[in-house]
């Protein structure tokens, strides 16, 4: 209030601050002269939008905070994972070592180890009492790095290759000579591709985690069985579990041996990528926690491979398995003899001019796979 209004003559100053006490009350009102209210739905619209733009925002935030939630969560599951990952120091240098390649090449390997299974645990996956690592799955996956079809070439584990310090053996001996090491080593010299990254699954690491998903589906043309492998399928369209099959691609006993096994393996591999992510896996916590803890116990990675890249991996491998990329095995000229057991022999030329496109990052054609 100023002075001037407050030393008004003939009273004018008490009438002055009741007016400038109305004057208040007009602002405060929302513009109404002499007690005279707003026309109608002025003041109501502004009183009644208030509490709906405070729901909006109250909804805004829940929205927010439930995303936030949901990242956190999918980065703890993903850093649990990449944590509880074994590891080795499979992609070491050698002298004269293959040059960087284009796109991503993976070395994918199952062994036979039985680490870590208890003796009812072996005999239920008939794994026997072996010790040590030997490998009877090899395959090299390329990812194209322009985003092409990816390929998945399976490596028969007879096959006749030179391995360093150790002559001319089969493939799988090189594993048992040096372990993962001298098996990248060998693979790299005999394709002249070099691998960006490893994985190795285990007899009962694949076993869990067939298992972590419900089994896997496959069709059989014929009946299997094989005590050797400890299965016993019939022919037609089945749910494998675990122990069955770990023995379906284990086993060898067909006319083509080892090179029906490797089709077995590619199968199978297909058939459990599609089950692990499709929606009534990763919607499921009954199916997706046991897959993530299975994830972590299962797979021995090189030193610098961690989670996400099995996830690009796994993304690869759907491709593959929904006919987006190719796989078959490494082009066959035959069988031979070598230190009194049988081997398989490559198609040096057809050989050469698949992994030649591979190590160039071209496209691979259907007829360029064995």
Known sequence: MSDWSAKQPNGRGSASRGQQRGGYDYYRAGG???GRSSPRGHSDSGAASTPKRGKKRRWGRGIGVTLLLVVLLLVGLVVYVDSSLQRTDALADYSGRVEDTPGTNWLLVGSDSREGLDESR??????????????DTMML??????????????LPRDSSVPIA???RNKLNAAFAFGGPRLLVRTVETITGVRMDHYAEIGLGGFANLVESVGGVEMCLDQPLNDPKAGVNLSAGCQRLDGSQALGFVRSRAYAEGDLQRVENQRRLLGALIDKTTSPATLLNPF????????T??????DNGDHAWHLAG????MGDISSGEGLSGTVPIAGFGRLNGQSVVRWDSQRASRLFEAIAADRAVSERMLG
């Open 32 to 34: 109404s002269r002499g």
């Open 122 to 135: 072996r005999e239920e996956l008939s794994a026997g009492d072996a010790g040590g690592r030997r490998t």
């Open 141 to 154: 996956m390329h990812i194209p790095a322009g985003g092409g079809k990816p390929v998945l070439v399976s």
């Open 165 to 167: 310090g150790h002559g």
């Open 287 to 294: 199916r997706m926690f046991p897959l993530i803890s299975a």
């Open 296 to 301: 972590g116990d299962t797979f021995l990675l």
């Open 313 to 316: 991996l796994a993304t690869a």
